[in-house]
């Protein structure tokens, strides 16, 4: 599994299609994807959006990414950084942000490699 991370808006999904040679037509988007859909594809494009359905639809995401890495281990999986600005006042918001970058820790944990793309420009932060 490969994490692409990043802030909104920063090039991350035109990084990976180029880095990984995957198609844009196949790829995913955390947005409106199902778990299926999810657990089958190469590249999901915001990930965080998919945390983000998750809670809203009170599902439990405790096992998410051992059910990623079980089911699909050669995923790309593109995230915005979300712990980088202003502590949001809503509760909600402020668990969405923890929930979403302590998924984020375990995904880099797991991962093989990690890339931040600031600018259209990725640095691999972690290679194993």
Known sequence: MWLISGGAFQGKLDYALRIFGVEENLVVDGMTCSMDELLKTRLVNHFHLWIDRMLKEKQDVKDLVEQILRANPHIVILVDELGCGIVPIEPYDR????????????????????????????????HA
């Not at 797991?110 to 932060?125: D, F, L, N, P, Y």
Request: aromatic fraction near 4%; glycine fraction near 10%; charge should be positive.
């Open 95 to 126: 668990n969405y942000r923890e929930v979403t970058g302590r998924i984020c820790c375990q995904l880099a944990s797991s991962a093989q490699e990690v890339h931040r793309v600031i600018c259209g420009i990725g640095t691999v932060i972690k």
